[in-house]
């Protein structure tokens, strides 16, 4: 079974690491991942979903705190601090540097991002085809009004710096109107038996890929289910602070609201939590197959259990 996941950072990587456990051998995982969170930082060029994926499932990922690497040391960080280089609100580890200064350099002896990334899973075996949405040059902007004004600010500004405390007033993807996907991303989801949309930011990651011209009309003609999982539980992001960014589009921070905001011309499955049990109906009458189960991924067990879930809640479409 050839099995394809779009995927943004932590929630898209802990659900594949889920998926993994439960495909059979043979089968075949590609991920199309985000790069609209891709940032220069100190003339290395960052792509922080795309590690974290890599990460991950290769082993390599500070467990706790879902992004960076396991035993990380910090001196080029201080180093740079100490220089007063900055900005020191960007967590970037020893370890981390390493991939960035690889990618960065690889990048201008003239590789495409896809190639750099294929070259970095050499070495992390992820288990997946890791592939980004695109080679071409995407960056996630947030409009915002504070002090300052308003202006734009880089997405990871606006997440890590400013943590999401003022409103998002509009995001855009600069570049994607006029990027192509990555070579293989169109055929893969072509080719796919099966594709899932993990529990990864709706806006940011899963928008931000949707919005390379051909990959939306590439899934919602695919002739695979495409089935979801709501990042949603009870009305809030499990993590991080994802109603932030879908008020920025009008959407409601609930499982209905954004399994009605991808709609049924582009899903055919989705999954919320029993907690949003009440919610089933409203999304089946929004022509979407809809089923209640646990979405909390606690250990494992349970994040396999909810990959296994999605599996079956694309048979039951197929059928
Ligand atoms: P990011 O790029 O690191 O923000 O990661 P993603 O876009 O892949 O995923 C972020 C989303 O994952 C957030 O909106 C969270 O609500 C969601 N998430 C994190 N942990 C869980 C979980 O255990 N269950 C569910 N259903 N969603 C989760
Ligand atoms: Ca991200």
């Given amino acids: 079974m050839r099995i394809v996941a779009l995927a943004g950072g932590i929630g898209g990587a802990r659900f594949l ?29 960052v792509c922080p979903d795309l590690d974290t994926v890599m990460y991950t499932l290769g082993g390599g990922i500070h467990e706790d705190q879902g992004w960076g690497r396991a035993e990380e040391s910090y001196a080029v960080k201080d180093e740079l601090a100490a220089y007063g280089v900055g900005p020191s609100w960007f ?31 050499d070495r992390w075996q992820p288990g997946v085809r890791l592939l980004p949405m695109s ?7 947030v409009r915002i009004t504070d002090a300052d004004g308003t202006r734009a600010v880089h997405f990871q500004e606006y997440w890590v710096k400013l943590h999401a405390a003022v409103d998002a007033e509009a995001i855009i993807p600069v570049g994607a109107d006029t990027a192509k ?6 055929e893969a989801i072509a080719a796919a038996d099966v594709i899932l949309f993990p529990p990864s930011n709706p806006v940011v990651s899963i928008g931000t890929i949707l919005a390379v011209p051909g990959i939306r009309q590439a899934v919602a003609s695919a002739p695979a289910p495409v089935v979801g999982l709501s990042p949603i539980i009870g009305g809030a992001p499990v993590r991080g602070m994802a109603d932030k960014v879908l008020a920025a589009v009008g959407v409601e921070a609930t499982a209905e609201a954004v399994a009605l905001h991808y709609g049924c011309d582009l899903i055919d499955g989705w999954l919320v939590d029993e907690a949003d049990a009440a919610s089933v109906d409203a999304v089946t009458a929004g022509g979407i197959r809809c089923l209640a189960v646990p979405l909390l991924m606690t250990d494992p067990a349970a994040t396999a259990a909810m990959a296994r879930a999605a599996l079956e809640l694309a048979e039951q479409v197929r059928a």
């Fill in 135 to 141: 080679d071409d040059r995407v960056e996630t902007h």
């Fill in 17 to 45: 690491r889920g998926l993994k456990d439960v495909v059979a051998p043979g089968d075949e995982i590609t991920v199309i991942g985000n790069t609209g969170d891709d940032i220069h930082l100190f003339g290395l060029k």
């Fill in 91 to 121: 967590g970037l580890g020893d370890k981390d540097f390493a991939t960035h200064i690889v990618r960065t350099q690889m990048l201008g002896a003239g590789y495409p991002l896809s190639a750099v990334t294929e070259a970095l899973c």
């Fill in 181 to 186: 996907p990555a070579p293989g991303v169109l």
